[in-house]
């Protein structure tokens, strides 16, 4: 069943920004996910994947708390945009080519991923290169 793009914009609207949607769901847990966890793959993670499955690996690596509220994530319609680069650490060593990113509900282990998505341009991590993914990175709900 395909969505309406209003719903899948209200779907992100809920996960990244913690806005309820009216009658349907809020976010009153009695402890929300106050951020989420944005993590660089060298492969896709699939969809029975986790956060560690194909997990970038160089040295020094490590995912980037991102708010869920608007000044974490811009969306419009059905597209969501980190509202400020995302920079991960610099490397220190080890060489690899990060071709996804993901989104999810630990800064490490093998935590429940949400959304993942082909970066492009790829990114080629060697010694001295810090990884970045811009404000045009975007996720899209279908």
Same mark, same amino acid.
């Given at each position: 069943?395909?969505?309406?793009?209003?719903? %899948?914009?209200? &779907? $992100?609207? +809920?996960? /990244? #920004?913690?806005?309820?949607?009216?009658? *349907? %769901?809020? #976010?009153?847990?009695?402890?929300? +996910?106050? #951020?989420?966890?944005?993590? /660089?793959?060298?492969?896709?993670?699939?969809?029975?994947?986790?956060?560690?499955? @194909?997990? =970038?690996?160089?040295?020094?690596?490590?995912?980037?708390?991102? !708010?869920?509220?608007?000044?974490? &994530?811009? *969306?419009?319609? @059905?597209?969501? @945009?980190?509202?400020?680069? *995302?920079?991960?650490? =610099?490397?220190?060593?080890?060489?690899?080519?990060?071709?996804?990113?993901?989104?999810?509900? /630990?800064?490490?282990?093998?935590?429940? +991923?949400? &959304?993942?998505? =082909?970066?492009?341009?790829?990114? %080629?991590?060697?010694?001295?290169?810090?990884?970045? $993914?811009?404000?045009?990175? !975007?996720?899209?709900?279908?």
């Amino acid at each position: 069943m395909t969505q309406t793009t209003t719903a %899948a914009g209200n &779907w $992100l609207k +809920l996960f /990244l #920004n913690a806005t309820a949607i009216a009658n *349907i %769901a809020d #976010n009153a847990a009695s402890s929300p +996910l106050t #951020n989420i966890y944005v993590s /660089l793959h060298t492969s896709s993670p699939g969809t029975s994947g986790t956060q560690t499955t @194909n997990e =970038a690996a160089y040295t020094s690596y490590a995912r980037v708390a991102v !708010a869920r509220t608007s000044g974490g &994530w811009t *969306i419009t319609n @059905n597209v969501a @945009n980190p509202v400020a680069s *995302i920079t991960f650490p =610099a490397a220190t060593g080890g060489s690899e080519t990060e071709t996804f990113m993901g989104i999810g509900s /630990l800064v490490s282990g093998a935590g429940v +991923l949400y &959304w993942y998505g =082909a970066i492009s341009p790829t990114i %080629a991590v060697s010694n001295g290169v810090t990884p970045s $993914l811009t404000t045009a990175t !975007a996720i899209t709900g279908t």
